[in-house]
Antibody, heavy 123, light 107 residues
Framework: QVQLQESGPRLVKPSETLSLTCSVS?????????WGWIRQPPGKGLEWIGS???????YYNPSLKSRVTLSIDTSKNQFSLKLSSVTAADTAVYYC????????????????WGQGILVPVSS | DIQMTQSPPSLSASVGDRVTITCRAS??????LNWYQQKPGKAPKLLIY???SLHTGVPSRFSGSGSGTDFTLTISSLQPEDFATYYC?????????FGQGTKLEIK
């Protein structure tokens, strides 16, 4: 059974960098698949942030691309998100998920999700 | 970007009812449409991928259909645990975008 768990600071100040890590168990991320981040502001819908492959290939939401960095640590079976210059608009529950990427020109769907972590942005 | 529009935004139904939720894409996405269920305070769960394929462990009362721009999620006989918010999501192109959600409530 694939399981994902987000971790990181529970509060970030405006203009700082939000950093989260997703730990994967029950599956070796080096075996394949992309691994993604999706966020959900309180009471609102879902927004994909970006996804990363174990080889380092990434694809990002153009609306966030200038502020997002995704990385992967195969030795720890983890992948990470950094979102810079945050504002109150970045307050959200952040989910990590396995991205069943369909190939070049397509995107993917998300078959296993972490429980989510609420990250408020506030001074 | 491809925009996804769900209807209705909310829906009231009773246990045992047959329910249909619609998702429309702003351009053709072939069969690359996925459905998720989300309960309050929980992560979304994949129900259906590529329009009509049932994800592992999802009850057979859930079904999906459609192609091109118009898609439906049908629950054949509502169970108490089905009251939740449902999202569609296109995987035809990047960025993968979700619909705004349909909240299914108990009548």
């Amino acid at each position: 059974q694939v399981q994902l768990q987000e971790s990181g600071p529970r509060l970030v100040k405006p203009s700082e960098t939000l950093s989260l890590t997703c730990s994967v168990s029950g599956y070796s991320i080096i075996s394949g698949y992309f691994w993604g981040w999706i966020r959900q502001p309180p009471g609102k819908g879902l927004e994909w942030i970006g996804s990363v492959f174990h080889g380092g290939t990434t694809y990002y939401n153009p609306s966030l691309k200038s502020r997002v960095t995704l990385s992967i640590d195969t030795s720890k079976n983890q992948f990470s998100l950094k979102l810079s210059s945050v504002t109150a608009a970045d307050t959200a529950v952040y989910y990590c998920a396995r991205d069943w990427y369909l190939g070049p020109g397509y995107s993917g769907y998300f078959d296993y999700w972490g429980q989510g972590i609420l990250v408020p942005v506030s001074s | 970007d491809i925009q996804m529009t769900q209807s209705p935004p909310s829906l009231s139904a009773s246990v045992g009812d047959r329910v249909t939720i619609t998702c429309r894409a702003s351009q053709s996405i072939s069969i690359y449409l996925n459905w998720y269920q989300q309960k309050p305070g929980k992560a979304p769960k994949l129900l259906i991928y590529t329009a009509s394929s049932l994800h592992t462990g999802v009850p057979s009362r859930f079904s999906g259909s459609g192609s091109g721009t118009d898609f439906t999620l049908t629950i054949s006989s509502l169970q108490p645990e089905d009251f939740a918010t449902y999202y569609c999501q296109q995987s035809y192109s990047a960025p993968p975008r979700f619909g705004q959600g349909t909240k299914l409530e108990i009548k």
